[in-house]
């Protein structure tokens, strides 16, 4: 499990970073663009870790070329990046369409194009325009809608050369964090309910997005299009225990398969979710499952909409099984499994995700033999460091060679048809309710600096050589 493995990847494999907008652009009201939800909820004291907002971030918005200049020094293949739907429309709707924006992205995509790096671009990363939160945002329906019309002029805009698309990021995220915890906007806190029927319009939103890309655009662009899961591995506590994998599987059903399970298999929620959550329902004597149910005709819609497998992926955790004491209709009590976090690394400086680099050639695997082995991508991997200074990052670089290894492992040993890697994160940027504490960039930002000066860290030069070599050959015994 720990031997070291030496080798590379085939000549077209994808190496990258990855960002988001709200992340690391600021601009947060330049030149029209409309509030979201993140704006007005980082204008809130107290909402936020030392109560940093994204208003300038990383001012992205103003350093285009100065970003593609550090990306072609990385030597990247690919880069990762969203849109901000609120500065494309300002209310959301395409009567509000905002030039200024649209030319931005133009010259981001213009620019990476020009130096042969392939633009990977997520339509959703969770800046909802707050015009769309007024209306109950994504509890309600005509989300679908208005999603679409927003990729569909995304495709007709920029498909010329984008030929990746990403739906949404981390849809989980967004129904249970947004909706059932309610510690991320629009904070409602409601676990037992709102995060399925959230993650149904999500599930019918990407699908519908999906068909209009296949309809209209696909024969003329020629380019792929999925959703971007977040996913930890779960390792059972005991793993001769049938009850503790038993547990794992429902942790990943319940975590992934809930929009896994409806496009990669059947078009409908995994068994053990609909089981368990109806269960819990009748048990509670209400008249139909809290989770709610597709039509024949909508299980045909969603299924397969999804060209290749990306996820996200930063630690693993420890399950085991239990009996909860958790309310009956949490979310949790749904799991109805105690999770843990495995932790062979020192915490002190970390943010809360452990290095457990093995979890992620398990993980590969499950995805291989859960999916049917499809293209996998892996979006965003990387480690947050607290610290207001890590140019000499030792600790990141460590962590991208364990876990750049498992997934070597994973290609070479294990034939996991893996594509594609991407660091996560670019730069150091605003990390949601942690404001710009822990660090996760290849790139340090002095955000004390009006001018946001980016520096090259150590893992920066490491990750670079490793793009260069295509992997982790076996004269390649730096650090």
């Keep these: 499990m720990d031997t070291y493995f030496y080798g590379t990847f085939p000549k077209d494999f994808s190496w990258g970073v990855s960002s988001s907008a709200y992340q690391i652009e600021g601009g947060w009201d330049a030149d029209g663009k409309g ?101 109950g945002g994504w509890e309600n329906s005509e989300l679908i809608d208005l999603f679409d019309s927003f990729a569909d002029f995304c495709f007709q805009t920029f498909g010329d050369r984008v030929k990746f698309w990403i ?104 068994e053990v979710m609909k089981w368990k959550v109806g269960n819990r329902s009748e048990l509670q004597n209400l008249p139909s499952s809290r989770l709610p149910v597709f039509t024949a005709e909508e299980r045909e819609y969603i299924r397969g909409t ?27 009590y749904d799991q109805e499994v105690l999770t843990s976090v495995d932790s062979s690394w020192p915490s002190s400086a970390l943010s809360d995700h452990r290095a457990v680099a093995w979890g992620l ?28 200074s890590d140019v000499d990052d030792n600790t990141r670089i460590f962590y991208y060679k364990t876990y750049i290894d498992e997934t070597l492992k994973a290609y070479n040993l294990d034939n996991v048809n893996l594509r594609g890697y991407n660091a996560w994160s670019f730069m150091d940027s605003f990390e949601w309710l942690n404001g710009y504490d822990p660090r996760f960039g290849l790139h340090q930002v002095d955000f004390g600096n009006p001018n946001r000066p980016r520096t090259p860290k150590r893992s920066a030069v490491y990750y670079a050589e490793i793009i260069r070599n295509n992997g982790i050959p076996l004269h390649l015994q730096l650090f």
């Excluded at 930063?314 to 309310?327: C, E, M, N, R």
């Excluded at 695997?365 to 999916?371: A, G, L, S, V």
């Design 361 to 388: 050639r398990r993980l590969l695997n499950w995805i291989k033999e859960e999916y049917g082995n499809p293209p996998i991508y892996i979006i965003e991997n990387g480690v947050g460091i607290k610290t207001t």
């Design 35 to 135: 509030p979201s939800i993140w704006d007005n909820f980082t204008h809130v004291p107290g909402n936020i870790n030392n109560n940093d907002t994204g208003d300038i971030a990383c001012d992205s918005y103003n350093k285009v070329e100065e970003d593609i200049y550090l990306l072609r020094a990385l030597g990247v293949k690919n880069y990762r990046f969203s849109l901000s739907w609120p500065r494309i429309f300002p209310s959301g709707r395409n009567n509000s369409i905002n030039s200024h924006g649209v030319d931005y992205y133009n010259r981001l995509i213009d620019g990476l194009v020009a130096n042969n790096i392939t633009p990977i671009v997520t339509l959703y990363h969770w800046d909802l325009p707050q015009a769309l939160q007024d209306i």
């Design 167 to 270: 739906t949404l990021n981390e849809p989980q995220v967004v129904a249970w964090v947004g909706y059932g915890a309610g510690t991320f906007p629009p904070n409602v806190n409601d676990p037992g309910n709102a995060p399925y029927r959230v993650a149904h319009i999500l599930l019918k939103a990407h699908a519908r997005v999906y068909h209009t890309y296949d309809d209209k655009y696909r024969a003329s662009q020629g380019g792929v299009i999925t959703l971007c899961p977040n996913i930890d591995w779960a390792e059972p506590k005991t793993p001769s225990d049938p009850r503790d994998i038993e547990a794992a599987d429902r942790h990943l059903q319940f975590l992934v398969g809930w929009f896994t399970h409806p496009i990669f298999k059947n078009g409908d929620y995994p």
């Design 306 to 332: 999804a060209d290749v497998f990306c996820f996200n992926t930063y630690t693993s955790k420890i399950v085991t099984h239990a009996t909860t004491q958790l309310s009956p209709s949490s979310y949790e």
